[in-house]
């Protein structure tokens, strides 16, 4: 089976074309030779190297300069279609959105963060950031945009780009986000719920060191992101990593903005330490403030931060004794804080049981506030990648094909 038509399987059990899982370890940067290709996905370099001969034949991929190989004759750089490609992405927050380009191989350039008001629901913050990305894009000039990737701060379902039942966007419920920014920019667009966006931006920067991680994203409410196997696990229908909503005894009977009361968010999130302290008499009115005060070490908020990660860390405990992975990683705008992150990673400790947390890592993310960004793009990018590769093999021999699965990360 040497044509992309009858596209060879992978060896990682998944029934998949070995042709796109190529494509996509090339788009994200994971492998970009034919040696760590054959590597990462366990099949003999020939075969490797007649279907990166195959994608190239098609366009889907080049050749672009030598890489040194330790001793061996220089090996080719692959790059996704040509350099002159790249994906627009947007990390969308409540009050701001943070956007940049990201190009095939893994480089984010040109990041900004540029207000917008999530409040004003999906017509009007829509459009101001499609604006803002349209005029991004035109800096690149006659580059090609291959698509948009946007993180939300909400459930999503990724398949369809349509957002589903948000507790804190009014207005979203339901609103067709992926095709409305495929109608404006003309490409694909990938939507998904920032946590996932997060764990995929994490993980593609450093995928040789851990496959079986969780993304805490805290900040105006919580949420994770999983990687199973170097791969983003959703759950059955969209939702897993959503322990924002867990119940906790420390809540009590709080209300919280999914209806229910005495959920994790009440007494953990940023929205909850800005209501706690206003009740303790801090004149705040954001998430920022009570970044703020705590970093400047005043006491009321400092206590308020710990008990929160101890809060988080108590309900983390059980995922990571359950899932044993080898990393945890925290994100958002309250991991830059020191005294959450150390109650955090104590009560992990505590909690779990030693074989879990022998080998376990506990840190912010590397990537910082771009994780999510990042991870947006990586989306936008397989996303045309997967689209291409249909395409393609549709082209060679037809509709009968089979068609690439949900996207992996690794």
């Not at 054959?38 to 366009?59: C, D, K, M, N």
């Amino acid at each position: 089976m040497s044509d992309v038509s009858a596209p060879h399987w992978s060896g990682d059990g998944g029934a998949r074309p070995l042709a796109s899982r190529v494509l996509e370890l090339i788009a994200s940067g994971q492998a970009v030779t034919r040696t760590e290709l054959a590597g990462r996905l366990g099949v003999a370099p020939s075969t490797i190297s007649i279907t990166v001969s195959q994608l190239v034949e098609r366009g889907l991929v080049a050749e672009h300069g030598t890489r040194a190989s330790g001793g061996g004759r220089p090996r080719k750089v692959l790059r996704l279609g040509g350099t002159d490609e790249f994906a627009l992405a947007a990390d969308v927050g409540g009050r701001h959105a943070r956007v940049g380009v990201v190009q095939p191989g893994g480089r984010l350039t040109d990041v900004s963060t540029v207000p917008l008001a999530i409040a004003d629901g999906p017509e009007a913050a829509l459009t101001r950031l499609a604006d803002t990305l349209e005029a991004l894009a035109e800096q690149h000039g006659g580059r090609r945009l291959r698509g948009v990737g946007v993180s939300l701060p909400g459930p999503v379902d990724a398949s369809s780009g349509v957002v589903t039942l948000p507790s804190r966007m009014p207005g979203w419920n339901k609103f067709p986000v992926g095709p409305w920014l495929t109608e404006r920019f003309g490409v694909p667009a990938a939507v998904d719920n920032d946590a996932n966006c997060m764990a995929v931006g994490e993980y593609a920067t450093h995928p040789d060191r851990h496959r079986q991680t969780i993304m805490v994203k805290i900040g105006s409410a919580i949420g994770a992101g999983i990687i199973v196997d170097g791969r983003l696990h959703r759950g059955a229908t969209g939702a897993a990593g959503d322990i924002t909503h867990v119940r906790i005894d420390a809540a009590g009977d709080i209300p919280c903005s999914c209806g229910n009361s005495g959920c994790l968010e009440t007494v953990a999130s940023g929205a909850a330490l800005v209501r706690i302290l206003q009740e303790r008499g801090a004149g705040i009115g954001s998430i920022e403030d009570v970044v703020r005060l705590a970093s400047d070490a005043d006491p009321t908020a400092t206590s308020a931060v710990r008990r929160a990660g101890r809060y988080l860390g108590q309900v983390l405990a059980a995922n990571v004794n359950f899932f044993n992975p080898d990393a945890v990683y925290l994100g958002g705008i309250l991991s830059t804080l020191e005294p959450l992150v150390a109650a955090v990673r104590s009560q992990l400790y505590e909690a779990c049981h030693p074989l879990v947390t022998e080998h376990l890592t506990i840190q912010r993310a590397s990537r910082g506030v771009d994780a999510g960004l990042f991870g947006a793009g990586q989306f936008a990018l397989q996303h045309a990648v997967r689209l291409a590769f249909g395409s393609a093999a549709e082209g060679a021999s037809g509709p009968g094909l089979p068609r690439p699965a949900e996207t992996t990360t690794g």
